[in-house]
């Protein structure tokens, strides 16, 4: 399988982006998902994550209440909506994708290693 990201782009602090994944060769509706960022000279850093099932989400304290994980089971895509957005959002996202034969339907996966497949990511540039 493979991911493809897009919805990137430059916004000005305090708006929204949405972040879509996609997958070719497979349907995600088979894959938890998470999404990770990059921010300019720092490390990769967990950002949300989403179970198979679509039942269970879980968020980094830093996007916790302004970014929501969804679904899209008949699209076969998973959503990243980014409301209130701040020059600090600043950075490449990826979506990551873990096969449901090694978790749980209703378990997320927050680590970076436990995903075999990643996308390309997209730029999301937030001006201040």
């Known amino acids: 399988v493979q991911l493809v990201e897009s919805g990137g782009g430059l916004v000005q602090a305090g708006g929204s982006l949405r972040l879509s994944c996609a997958a070719s060769?497979?349907?995600?509706?088979?894959?938890?998902v998470g999404w990770f960022r990059r921010p300019p000279e720092k490390e990769r850093d967990f950002v949300a994550a989403?179970?198979?099932?679509?039942?269970?989400?879980h968020y980094s304290d830093p996007v916790k209440g302004r970014f929501s994980l969804s679904r899209d089971s008949g699209k076969a895509m998973v959503f990243l909506q980014m409301n209130s957005l701040q020059p600090e959002d600043t950075a490449v996202y990826y979506c990551?994708?873990?096969?449901?034969?090694?978790?749980?339907?209703?378990?997320?996966?927050?680590?970076?290693?436990?995903?075999?497949?990643w996308g390309q990511g997209t730029q999301v540039t937030v001006s201040s």
């Open positions: 060769g497979d349907t995600i509706n088979t894959y938890a």
């Open positions: 990551a994708a873990l096969g449901s034969n090694r978790i749980a339907p209703d378990a997320v996966a927050t680590l970076a290693p436990l995903y075999d497949t």
């Open positions: 989403i179970s198979v099932s679509g039942s269970t989400t």
